[in-house]
T-cell receptor, first 114, second 114 residues
């Protein structure tokens, strides 16, 4: 069974640019969530999507957005990049059965903003 | 919102010793407590989890205990091996918008010396 796939694995951008990251969840998983990991702030929740709808949102500015497609694949976008956006962006999928679900994480997309 | 404190931030042990990592949480509505192991260059991987109706769970060398009254939960690793060296994260998941959103601790870097 294939795991969670994130692309690209590494990317370098400059301030003011925008970036789009992609996540393919485990087959059959309907919930996809995104996290930002930095040495200073740790693992922080960005947003969660289920059935193409944003179900939960963390405390991040509107420059951070996402979407989910009908095949459960998800993308997140960061516009007007700032130096502080440099981080490992992690995607996780879960089957979304009743109760708290087990998350399976991808390997992440490491974004460097210069 | 939920707040999770994790201690220690670094733990150094000799191979064969036991390691204990402790977490506290603040939201009494949290009812799912997973532990993740993150190796260099990889995403977090679930190693064990516990739900609020259980006080202890064991899986080979790994065990987790939960004290809901005190809002404490701990990870115990016995007979540590060099391959246990990694960063470990605890999390507390509380219900939100029809789902459960985890709040992560800041992580513990475990170093097992051969």
């Amino acid at each position: 069974k294939a795991g969670v796939t994130q692309t690209p694995r590494y990317l370098i951008k400059t301030r003011g640019q925008q970036v789009t990251l992609s996540c393919s969840p485990i087959s059959g998983h309907r919930s996809v969530s995104w996290y930002q990991q930095t040495p200073g702030q740790g693992l922080q929740f960005l947003f969660e999507y289920f059935s193409e709808t944003q179900r939960n949102k963390g405390n991040f500015p509107g420059r951070f957005s996402g979407r989910q497609f009908s095949n459960s694949r998800s993308e997140m976008n960061v516009s007007t990049l700032e130096l502080g956006d440099s981080a490992l962006y992690l995607c996780a999928s879960s089957p979304d059965m009743s109760g708290a679900n087990v998350l399976t994480f991808g390997a992440g997309s490491r974004l460097t903003v210069l | 919102g939920e707040n999770v404190e994790q201690h220690p931030s670094t733990l150094s042990v000799q191979e064969g010793d036991s390691a204990v990592i402790k977490c506290t949480y603040s939201d009494s509505a949290s009812n799912y407590f997973p532990w993740y192991k993150q190796e260099l260059g990889k995403g977090p991987q679930l190693i064990i989890d516990i739900r609020s109706n259980v006080g202890e769970k064991k899986d080979q060398r790994i065990a987790v205990t939960l004290n809901k009254t005190a809002k404490h939960f701990s990870l115990h690793i016995t007979e540590t091996q060099p391959e246990d060296s990694a960063v470990y994260f605890c999390a507390a998941s509380s219900p939100s918008g029809g789902s459960y959103i985890p709040t992560f601790g800041r992580g513990t870097s475990l170093i097992v010396h051969p």
